[in-house]
């Protein structure tokens, strides 16, 4: 599903792209299948997925597996120059940890009008973050439309 389309290199879908690969390895593990990628200067710093089932963590979502490992990698907790692709818009969890990270972009895929922080009339993230919405929007709904549809 994420693969076989080539991207212009270092452009948002291309990144989304790798994302979508994360979500692809989190249907292969019977998990919701959102991905993400944390990208600082074009290089990916985190690769993640929902881990979950496999956790038995509640918490354990493609966002917040990406902060950990990115704030790791950089060695610090603050994000501001740093862009997240996530496969779905991120929950009111995932957009408070964003907003704590100060991450600078997000970019996400598919809008989720159950969950999604956008449902809250709240301004859940950093002030300075830029949101760009649709991105391989429908790739990332394909994707979770499948899982859930193996899951009726």
Partial sequence: MASGTS??????????????KEAVKAFDKHEVPVGAVIV??????????????????VTA????????AAASGLGGKYLNECTLYVTL?????CAGAAAWTQIGRIVFGASDPK????????PLLHPKTE???GVL???????LKLFFKGKR
């Fill in 61 to 68: 979502h493609a966002e917040m597996q990406a902060f950990t």
């Fill in 40 to 57: 600082c200067g074009n290089e990916i710093l985190a690769r993640a997925h929902n881990l979950t089932e496999t956790l038995n963590d």
């Fill in 115 to 122: 969950k999604g922080y956008s449902q809250v009339d709240y």
């Fill in 137 to 143: 929007a429908d790739q990332s709904s394909k994707l």
């Fill in 7 to 20: 991207y212009e290199l270092f452009s948002d879908e291309y990144f989304m792209n790798e994302a979508l």
């Fill in 89 to 93: 818009e991120p929950c009111v969890m």
């Fill in 131 to 133: 949101v760009y919405k």
